[in-house]
C-alpha cells in the first residue's frame, strides 16, 4: 500500500474513532423523597425536616464514564410544585453524593431559572462530577406543593441533557494502538532508506 494512502486511511480510521459516539448517559427525575440525606444536613439544620409540603427530587443519571460536566431542564406542572427557595448560594438545588462507590458529592454551579414565560420549569440547572463512572445521584432539587395541591406523583420530566464524559477505555485503547502502528510503519520505512 503506499504510504500516502496508508496514512490517509489511518487518519480517517482515527477521526473515525475519535468522532464516534458512546452510548450516553441518561438522566431522569428519581422519587420524591421528604427524606433529607445526611449529606445535605447543614450545621444550622436548613434542610432538616423539611417544612410541611416539602419535598426532595433526586436527579438521577445512569450509564456515567468518567462524568465530568452535566446539565439538563427540569420540567414540572406549575399549578401542582414549585421549587422552593430557602435562600442561600444554591436556592432550590443541592449537591448529591453520587454512589457509594463514588461518595464525592457534585458541584452546582447553576440552579436553573424559571422562565417567567414558561413557569413550567428551572432552565439551565448544571454542575460538575469529579470523573465518576455508573448509576447514581447529580443533584436535588428542593419543591413545595402549591397551596390546596398534595398531589403525590407531580409530573417532572428533564430535557436538553449534555454531558461531557471520558472517551470509553475501549476508544482510547485502540486509538493508541492506531498511533503506534503508524509509528512503527514510519520507523520501518526510515530503517529502509538507511
Given amino acids: 500500500m503506499p504510504r500516502g494512502a496508508l496514512i490517509a486511511s489511518l487518519g480517517f480510521g482515527l477521526l473515525a474513532l475519535v468522532a464516534t459516539p458512546w452510548a450516553g448517559a441518561g438522566v431522569t427525575p428519581g422519587t420524591p423523597t421528604t427524606t433529607v440525606p445526611s449529606s445535605l444536613v447543614d450545621p444550622l439544620g436548613n434542610l432538616s425536616p423539611l417544612s410541611p409540603g416539602q419535598f426532595l427530587l433526586p436527579i438521577e443519571i445512569t450509564g456515567a464514564i468518567g ?23 444554591f436556592q432550590s438545588v443541592y449537591q448529591a453524593e453520587f454512589n457509594a462507590a463514588y461518595p464525592t458529592a457534585s458541584n452546582i454551579t447553576s440552579s436553573g431559572l424559571v422562565d417567567l414565560l414558561n413557569p413550567s420549569g428551572l432552565q439551565g440547572i448544571a454542575g460538575f462530577s469529579s470523573g465518576v463512572s455508573g448509576d447514581g445521584l447529580l443533584a436535588y432539587v428542593l419543591f413545595e406543593f402549591v397551596p390546596g395541591q398534595q398531589d403525590p406523583f407531580p409530573e417532572f420530566s428533564v430535557s436538553n441533557v449534555t454531558t461531557a464524559q471520558a472517551p470509553e477505555p475501549g476508544t482510547l485503547a485502540l486509538l493508541a494502538g492506531a498511533l503506534m502502528l503508524l509509528g512503527r510503519r514510519r520507523h520501518v520505512r526510515h530503517e529502509q532508506r538507511n
Fill in 67 to 89: 462524568l465530568q460536566d452535566w446539565s439538563f431542564d427540569l420540567n414540572f406542572n406549575d399549578t401542582v410544585v414549585s421549587p422552593a427557595d430557602v435562600g442561600g448560594l
